[in-house]
């Protein structure tokens, strides 16, 4: 924020989904699981180091997968064309295979971007349709799951 304007926090935010280069909205989510990135490292030391000698070395990343739900919805190409991106468990269970670029913008009650984050090389890896009961009024909803290979937080452009 600059000049007399302030900076608060993002509230009554909403969450639309990009699947590749496309411009549209694939989807807009209610909710999102949030994910959690964890960098992994081991203290290493040479042989002809000192006891005070020695370095930290990465050993690895860790990211969480992460979750978006909604309502249940009439349209169902978002269901489509992501449990058809190209899996293939049968012939090979990678999860990457025909995998996206997924971009995530989080948007506040007046629609502005708050938060725009790019997942790359990213692949469903679960679908959940809530419990159905005819005799109730609840709201049938449906939640994606993705991983990801990287995450970058990007300009809302």
């Not at 990135?37 to 997968?65: L, M, N």
């Amino acid at each position: 924020a600059g000049g007399n304007e302030a900076a608060y926090p993002l509230g009554g935010y909403r969450f639309d989904l990009y699947i590749g280069n496309n411009t549209e909205i694939a989807a807009s989510f209610s909710s999102c699981t949030g994910f959690h990135y964890r960098s992994q490292s081991q203290y290493f030391r040479f042989g002809d180091d000192t006891i005070t000698g020695g370095t930290w070395i990465s050993t690895g990343v860790d990211f969480s997968d992460i979750s978006f739900s909604r309502a249940v919805e009439k349209d169902k190409d978002l269901f489509n064309n992501t449990l058809t991106a190209g899996h293939d468990f049968a012939a090979a269970p990678d999860v990457f295979k025909g995998s996206e670029v997924i971009t995530l913008k989080v948007r506040d009650h007046a629609g502005n971007v708050g938060l725009a984050l790019q997942f790359e090389e990213a692949g469903l890896v679960g679908y959940e349709l809530s419990p159905m009961d005819a005799m109730k009024s609840d709201v049938l909803t449906e939640k994606f799951t993705f991983a990801f290979r990287t995450v970058k937080r990007i300009s809302e452009g």
